[in-house]
């Protein structure tokens, strides 16, 4: 059934979620106070790198059934409306809900009762208690949450591997008329509680968070015993009950989810008086897993952990958060970058997602080969697949001392040995 949905926030969940119900057949209408961001949108122009969503919001343009509109008014006739508002980091590390709040609080002057308020932000948990018991009967509440990767939104949305729908056995129906809208896709549909389906948002991503802070902690140790942690994760992965994702040690989890999810959730235990402390351990981890990386860089280059970086080049392959984006928010590789550049290394970075940094204390080239120019070292510090394919002879060519410090743990030792380098990675190589 065709159902007209309303969508607050053109960011990158609203956007996402817009052009995704369209493809699914319905009538979206999507609501951004960013005006230009509206013109842009309506023009079929969009900025956020998704792979898919461009194609899907022209379609949606193109057959009409979907549009762009700074005017909230236009939610009067909408069946849902979908609240995709960012939720940040704010005091203590509590999630910040000034601006959903500010949203809900003109519902009631704008929709029709009987309207479905979905919240698909990432809440605290009470918060769909809080707007159930604020919006009243007229404007049924559920809980929508979403599990969207970036670099694969769309097809994470059409693809999910649950549905989770929140909401009070009052408000069932209306959660039920929320998972009609996902149509045929065949994954679980979950109806459950308001708290549980906030709980299930936070602690699937705060268990990813810890899933690598393990396994950046274990490859450290792999260098003590002398121990490959890529056989070991490889191993570990074997498990069905562990599963081979999120297994890979780097300079860190971060983006603008983990980070701020795990914060959200340690400081819900701390109000709730409950002792989440391996969550602080694996927030300190990951802080001290970016020096550990930078250790590692001053040890490969000097020969010693703490050897000056002053003047040195030093060439960087990647500055995202992670590949197949070019997010750099609270992006480990970044932080890495800063660490070397306060140290006096000279730094030029090449990542296929990023054209420059701001402030400017790396210079961004759009050749992977500029990098390795006079470099005492390479460093991959985001795990673009296609680092894999460059010609390492060549790059080995251009630099000053044929170094490679594989945070990622991404090259072929063999392929990039061969070319003349000597590699380091993260838990592979002892004592290093
Ligand atoms: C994360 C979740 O994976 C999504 O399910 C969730 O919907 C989303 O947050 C959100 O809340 O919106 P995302 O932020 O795109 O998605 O990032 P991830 O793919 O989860 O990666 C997180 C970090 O872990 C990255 O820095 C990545 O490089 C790092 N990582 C991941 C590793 O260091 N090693 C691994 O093996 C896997």
């Known amino acids: 059934m065709v159902e007209r949905v309303g969508v607050v926030g ?15 057949g319905h009538q979206v209408v999507c609501v951004d106070n960013d005006l230009s961001k509206v013109d842009e ?28 509109t700074g005017a909230p008014e236009e939610l009067s006739d909408v069946d849902f409306v979908l609240l995709c508002l960012p939720t940040p980091k704010g005091e203590n590390g509590d999630a910040d809900v000034r601006l959903l709040d500010e949203v809900v609080a003109t519902l009631p002057g ?59 056995p009052g408000n069932r129906t209306a959660a039920e008329r929320v998972a009609a809208l996902y149509g045929e896709t065949n994954a679980p549909v979950w109806f459950t509680d308001p ?75 701390e109000h709730a008086g409950v002792d989440f402390g391996i969550l602080r351990d694996a927030m300190k981890a990951n802080a001290r897993q970016r020096a550990a990386v930078v250790r590692k860089i001053r040890r490969a280059i000097t020969g010693v952990s703490d050897g000056s970086l002053s003047g040195i080049r030093i060439g960087l392959l990647g500055l995202a958060f992670k590949a197949g984006t070019g997010d750099l928010r609270d992006s480990p590789a970044l932080a890495v970058a800063r660490e070397l550049a306060r140290s006096g290394a000279v730094l030029t970075a090449y990542d296929p997602g990023v054209e420059a940094v701001e402030p400017d204390t790396v210079q961004v080239v759009g050749d992977p080969y500029l990098v390795a120019k006079d470099a005492a070292a390479l460093v991959v510090l985001t ?50």
């Open 110 to 168: 704008l929709l029709t009762p009987g309207c479905v308020v979905v919240t698909k932000s990432t809440v605290p948990v009470g918060t769909g208690a809080r707007l159930t018991e604020s919006l009243g009967p007229d404007l049924p509440v559920v809980g929508n949450p979403e599990f969207l990767r970036e670099g694969h939104a769309v097809e994470d949305f059409l693809q999910p591997d649950r549905v989770v729908l929140g909401s009070v």
């Open 383 to 432: 795990e673009w697949p296609e680092f894999r394919e460059l010609d390492w002879d060549r790059l080995a060519a251009a630099t000053e001392r044929a170094v490679v410090v594989d945070a990622r743990n991404l090259l072929d030792p063999a392929t990039v040995g061969e070319a003349g380098f000597v590699h380091t990675g993260l838990g592979t190589d002892p004592n290093r």
């Open 195 to 269: 708290a549980s389906a906030e709980l299930a948002k936070y602690a699937s991503n705060a268990f990813l968070a810890l899933k690598v802070s393990y396994v950046n902690v274990l490859a450290e140790l792999c260098e003590h015993y002398g121990a490959d942690i890529r056989d070991v994760g490889r191993l570990m992965g074997l498990d069905s009950r562990i599963g081979p994702a999120f297994l890979v040690p780097g300079p860190g989890w971060g983006g603008s989810c983990l980070p701020k999810d795990t914060a959200a959730l340690l400081r819900t235990a």
């Open 10 to 24: 053109a960011g990158y969940v609203g956007l996402t979620s817009a052009a995704c119900f369209t493809h699914l």
């Open 41 to 68: 949108l309506n023009r079929g122009e969009v900025t956020i790198a998704e792979p898919g969503l461009t194609e899907l919001v022209r379609d949606g343009l193109g057959c009409g059934r979907l549009r762009f």
